[in-house]
């Protein structure tokens, strides 16, 4: 049996996003930027892909920018602020994802002044300090934090976030790349300048993502040559991958309300089987809150020695099972995860993260948890 818990690293295609990828790869080969019919057809596919991405966001479709995935995105929407905008200083937190912890090490490096935003042991942002970091001085500042976190699942409080902004002249960006397709969002109700997706985490093809950014807020080109993307990212768009990203997206928010229930059963489901096998597990994060946590991800910590936790990855891949590490020391040797280490954790407890999606069943659980029962009594 093949099992696979770990749709937050990726997910599986669609069929019918494969489907439309083929149709596109088949019959529109031409390049946009070409006038001909070639040309004008492969560019129709990319407008109306761009133009039913901005109808679930609620934003105009010029304002939705093709990137090749979220690390991009992030990459670019940070240095755009820096490079074009006279950002001076970004307001973000420990437990964002590499794309954006890199990024910012490096931006430190040119004088720009980083401030972290303390969190609390759950994980969850310190909307006081953010407020007070906010303030801290009279450079230009830029937020950057993640909608859903990766690793823990914990949900930002956008709308305030996002009010804390504007009631002190900060732009504010997310890393949505844990929530585009999960979660419903309207960016005429709340204000965002900035947000990065990516369609490989709900369904849609690796290689391909998009950025948001806000009408009138950048028109200098993050990548340089042809002016594709309205002169801010040049290079010939990938239609197959452009289409594809756009069905996926369409395919996720159509059936947004059935999947979300059929997940979180599962996640239920999971949680009280668990606590059967080993009662003490540690729950890290806002994991078992069901309203400040993502449906779709969990992270636990097991009480078990960090010297069996790699015997027990290797049982699990031994019985086809999937999920991630995520754990706060690996052996003692790998350096572990930043998130964990950053929150209260059982640190000396090895941490598990399971993420699911519709594809998954209440028998696959079954199966994962025999698995587990099977290992405690090693
Ligand atoms: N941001 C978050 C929160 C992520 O989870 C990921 C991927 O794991 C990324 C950014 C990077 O996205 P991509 O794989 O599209 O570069």
Same mark, same amino acid.
């Given at each position: 049996m093949k099992v696979y818990f770990d749709n937050a690293a990726t997910t599986k295609l669609r069929e019918e996003v494969i489907e439309v990828m083929m149709e596109a790869m088949n019959s529109s080969y031409?390049?946009?930027?070409?006038?001909?019919s070639f040309g004008r057809t492969s560019r129709a596919l990319i407008e109306s892909s761009r133009k039913e991405i901005a109808k679930h966001l609620n934003v105009?479709?010029?304002?939705i920018v093709f990137t090749s995935c979220g690390t991009e995105s992030n990459n670019s929407i940070l240095r755009s602020a820096i490079d074009f905008l006279d950002v001076k200083t970004i307001i973000t937190s420990k437990i964002e994802h590499y794309a954006i912890l890199n990024v910012v090490d490096f931006l430190k490096t040119k004088k720009i002044r980083v401030e972290y935003v303390n969190i609390d042991d759950?994980?969850?942002?310190?909307l006081e300090h953010l407020r007070s970091l906010a303030k801290i001085d009279d450079s230009k500042k830029i937020v950057s934090l993640m909608?859903?976190? #990766?690793?823990?699942?914990n949900i930002l409080d956008l709308a305030e976030v996002s009010q804390i902004c504007q009631e002190n002249s900060v732009l504010f960006h997310t890393d949505a790349v844990q929530a585009i397709g999960h979660f419903k969002i309207d960016l005429k109700q709340i204000k965002i300048d900035f947000l990065s997706a990516s369609a490989h985490k709900f369904h849609g093809p690796k290689g391909v993502g998009f950025s948001y950014i806000r009408k009138n807020v950048l028109s200098e080109?993050?990548?340089? @040559? @042809?002016?594709?993307e309205r002169g801010l990212r040049a290079g010939t768009e990938a239609v197959h991958n452009i289409v594809g990203m756009s069905k996926a997206l369409s395919i996720s928010y159509n059936n947004l309300e059935k999947e979300f229930i059929h997940i979180k059963e599962l996640k239920s489901y999971f949680v009280s089987k668990l606590k059967r096998i080993f009662p003490n597990t540690f729950f890290n994060? #806002?994991?078992?809150n069901s309203i400040k946590n993502s449906y779709l991800i969990i992270n636990v910590a097991l009480p078990i020695s960090s010297s069996k936790i790699d015997l027990l990855n290797f049982q699990l891949d031994l019985k086809g099972i999937a999920c991630s590490k995520g754990s706060a020391c690996q052996s003692g040797a790998a350096l572990g995860s930043h998130v964990i280490k950053n929150i209260e954790s059982k640190s000396n407890w090895p941490s598990l993260r399971f993420s699911f999606s519709s594809y998954n069943t209440f028998k696959e659980i079954d199966y994962l948890m025999e698995t587990l029962r099977s290992f405690e009594k090693i």
């Amino acid at each position: 049996m093949k099992v696979y818990f770990d749709n937050a690293a990726t997910t599986k295609l669609r069929e019918e996003v494969i489907e439309v990828m083929m149709e596109a790869m088949n019959s529109s080969y031409g390049n946009p930027s070409s006038s001909h019919s070639f040309g004008r057809t492969s560019r129709a596919l990319i407008e109306s892909s761009r133009k039913e991405i901005a109808k679930h966001l609620n934003v105009n479709p010029q304002e939705i920018v093709f990137t090749s995935c979220g690390t991009e995105s992030n990459n670019s929407i940070l240095r755009s602020a820096i490079d074009f905008l006279d950002v001076k200083t970004i307001i973000t937190s420990k437990i964002e994802h590499y794309a954006i912890l890199n990024v910012v090490d490096f931006l430190k490096t040119k004088k720009i002044r980083v401030e972290y935003v303390n969190i609390d042991d759950d994980g969850n942002i310190d909307l006081e300090h953010l407020r007070s970091l906010a303030k801290i001085d009279d450079s230009k500042k830029i937020v950057s934090l993640m909608y859903v976190n #990766n690793e823990i699942g914990n949900i930002l409080d956008l709308a305030e976030v996002s009010q804390i902004c504007q009631e002190n002249s900060v732009l504010f960006h997310t890393d949505a790349v844990q929530a585009i397709g999960h979660f419903k969002i309207d960016l005429k109700q709340i204000k965002i300048d900035f947000l990065s997706a990516s369609a490989h985490k709900f369904h849609g093809p690796k290689g391909v993502g998009f950025s948001y950014i806000r009408k009138n807020v950048l028109s200098e080109a993050f990548i340089l @040559g @042809g002016q594709q993307e309205r002169g801010l990212r040049a290079g010939t768009e990938a239609v197959h991958n452009i289409v594809g990203m756009s069905k996926a997206l369409s395919i996720s928010y159509n059936n947004l309300e059935k999947e979300f229930i059929h997940i979180k059963e599962l996640k239920s489901y999971f949680v009280s089987k668990l606590k059967r096998i080993f009662p003490n597990t540690f729950f890290n994060g #806002n994991s078992d809150n069901s309203i400040k946590n993502s449906y779709l991800i969990i992270n636990v910590a097991l009480p078990i020695s960090s010297s069996k936790i790699d015997l027990l990855n290797f049982q699990l891949d031994l019985k086809g099972i999937a999920c991630s590490k995520g754990s706060a020391c690996q052996s003692g040797a790998a350096l572990g995860s930043h998130v964990i280490k950053n929150i209260e954790s059982k640190s000396n407890w090895p941490s598990l993260r399971f993420s699911f999606s519709s594809y998954n069943t209440f028998k696959e659980i079954d199966y994962l948890m025999e698995t587990l029962r099977s290992f405690e009594k090693i």
